[in-house]
């Protein structure tokens, strides 16, 4: 297969603060307004019996929150759900007019998320009415006619990889508490947590499908326009901003979609133009990058102990770097497209993949010490994976892979599996994951 078609066919997607917050620290996109991913006082090693899994109506793409004894996930059904995480059981849900593949963040009784509708929300995280809504410009999935030069050239379509909408973060002030989101308009919001109101507004010239990192007094987040941006969170004003690089062929679709984690006086993301990236969180200036050989990288990283860990797209590979140096020191091969980002008990690594499988990789080692499967995986797999693996030359034999319409149905096949992009949140010894079978499973873990 040439790089071109490659590129086509196969690249198709994709600080720990003290005991107090980190009781609290779940109830937001990767456990932290930081993004770090890593859960405290747990050092848990494989996976025990399924708790429960409670089923939506549509895909999950969404990360789960969990507050108060409380699940948050959005679906592609249009509805944001609230879970008893004892039971399992629904304890309400809030409908809108578009899917919900936001991540909620919760935070003083209020759960924040934005959908396809044009929205962003605010809930009373107890009982789901609505405290306000704010109407962005419009939300949508980046695309483009003619996408990766595919055919018909005139069709529009949508980049069947992009699959998120941004996660709110909320700042710590008492006294004038806002809640922080990005935008398919390209612009990233500061409003009032309490009302809604606008405090400002920061344009870029793409969208922004990003989930704001807020370290420091300073919000860091990254655009489809290739460029990641820091900027003062009560002002909104621009501290810097750093390019990664194009594609000279499709360039459109080369921006930012992996959220930033801050850490070590660092900045810490991926791009699709197949680097992972340091930077200096106070300057900008590249402290160290490392190319993956071409492949995107979707997954936001996880920060513990001295070491980043990330993810690829189409080399499937789950890695390990010194934080502040950028050497290598962790490789461990998925069986799939790897966007679910990594969760980090003790010293173990949970995340999933495209083909419905649910890791538990040891950082000591960097072998695989257990797995889960979805219920699709374990009904499809035998059919769609060329030995356990996800193969797209296998899948796509005999079709014309310059068809949009070709790749539109085998990623339905794929679906099929139960991917695992969501990303999984650790909670008093259960794990919480959402899949594009439209369940949200919760896993006892296991201690070592």
């Not at 917050?21 to 494989?46: D, I, K, L, P, V």
């Not at 609230?82 to 919760?106: E, P």
């Not at 969760?343 to 040891?362: C, E, P, Q, R, S």
Request: charged share 20%.
């Amino acid at each position: 297969m040439s790089k071109y078609i490659f590129i086509i066919t196969f690249l198709l997607p994709n600080i720990v603060f003290g005991q107090k917050a980190a009781e609290a620290r779940s109830s937001e996109f990767r456990g932290n307004a930081a993004h770090t991913g890593f859960y405290t006082g747990e050092n848990f090693s494989s996976f025990g019996n399924l708790r429960w899994k409670f089923k939506t109506q549509g895909k999950i793409f969404s990360s789960p929150a969990i507050s108060v004894g409380i699940a948050y996930i959005g679906s592609e059904d249009h509805n944001l759900y609230a879970i008893d995480i004892k039971t399992g059981k629904q304890l309400w849900k809030f409908a809108t007019a578009g899917v919900v593949n936001s991540s909620a963040a919760v935070k003083n009784n209020r759960v924040c998320f934005g959908s396809f509708d044009g929205y962003y929300y605010a809930l009373n995280a107890k009982s789901g009415k609505l405290i306000w809504k704010f109407k962005t410009g419009g939300e949508k999935k980046v695309g483009a006619k003619g996408l990766w030069t595919m055919k018909p050239r005139d069709q529009y379509m949508d980049d069947l990889y992009d699959f998120f909408l941004s996660s709110p973060v909320f700042n710590d002030d008492r006294k004038n508490p806002a809640v922080y989101f990005g935008s398919s308009d390209g612009n990233v919001y500061a409003l009032s947590a309490a009302n809604g109101k606008l405090i400002w507004a920061f344009k870029t010239k793409g969208l922004i499908h990003t989930s704001p990192a807020l370290y420091n007094g300073k919000l860091y987040f990254g655009s489809w326009d290739t460029y990641m941006y820091a900027v003062d969170a009560g002002t909104g004003k621009l501290m810097w901003k750093f390019k990664t690089g194009d594609q000279p062929v499709i360039h459109l679709m080369e921006g930012i979609q992996a959220s930033a984690v801050c850490s070590n006086g660092l900045v810490y993301f991926g791009a699709r133009d197949g680097y992972f990236y340091a930077l200096n969180a106070n300057t900008g200036k590249l402290a160290w990058k490392y190319s993956a050989n071409g492949s995107w990288i979707l997954a936001s990283a996880a920060v513990k102990g001295g070491m980043v860990y990330t993810a690829t797209s189409d080399t499937y590979q789950f890695l390990g770097f010194d934080a502040m140096t950028g050497k290598l020191k962790l490789k461990f091969k998925a069986n799939g497209y790897v966007y679910s980002s990594p969760a980090i008990a003790g010293n173990t690594a949970f995340f999933g993949d495209f083909t419905g499988k649910l890791f538990a990789v040891n950082l000591i080692s960097g072998k695989q010490s257990d797995k889960f499967t979805t219920d699709g995986r374990n009904s499809n797999a035998g059919k769609l994976l060329k030995k356990d693996t996800l193969n797209y030359d296998y899948l796509s034999k005999g079709l014309d892979n310059a068809l949009y319409v070709n790749s539109v149905n085998i990623m339905n096949k794929l679906y099929t599996l139960g991917p695992i992009v969501s990303s999984p949140v650790i909670d008093k010894g259960v794990i919480y994951f959402g899949s594009a079978d439209g369940c949200l499973y919760a896993i006892r873990l296991k201690y070592l």
